[in-house]
């Protein structure tokens, strides 16, 4: 599912593809999965070829602000990172812990990790498992704070991105991001930093 982005970063469709790929693999060597799951590649496929399997997270913001019905965030990080800093409603699960948990039909699930690979395979596992409202973050955390928490635009940029732009920094600040109009990144020492802007720095200092 995608939504627009200002300064949206480009996450390659074969990326995107080997990480289902490899959940798929995972998946299947699952005894879990074996037991209980039933997993219909050609489906998957046309989700994915869609663009379907994901949620931008200017969007997921969105439904966060505007109070999206039976939506449920899951951090698949693990409990010192989730403390540290997570999206705002999330609730943490472990991976292994995910097809256990009792989700909802009705629910509408977005999963996310630092980077991509645990929450595509986690949509994967949950997809098999029945649940077709899930999501992720092709982006992870990473895109949360880029886009949602630290929102930049060009100086340069035209008035059509501008306008996009003012609708994304309305975003950010409901949750204290900090949106900027420069070409060069923001600043991650001295000064009054927002916590997004530190979380920044932590998250990607320990890398996916």
Known sequence: MRGPVVGKRLYPGLAAAALILG??????????????????????????????DHVAAVELARWIKDGHQNLRIVDLRDSAEFEDYHIPGAERISLADLSRTPFKKDET????????????????????????????????LYEWLDEVMNPTVSPTANDSVRGEFRKVAEISRYFGGVPRVSDSPPARAGGKEQKGVNAVSRVRGRGC
């Open 109 to 140: 699930i977005v999963l996310y990790s630092d980077g991509a690979a645990h929450a595509a395979q986690g949509w994967v596992f949950l997809r098999a498992l029945g649940f077709t409202r899930v999501y992720f973050l092709r982006g992870g």
């Open 23 to 52: 959940a798929l693999a995972a998946v299947a060597g699952s005894p879990v999965a074996a037991a209980n799951a039933r997993i219909d590649v050609s489906s998957l496929a046309n989700t994915v070829d869609r663009e379907d």
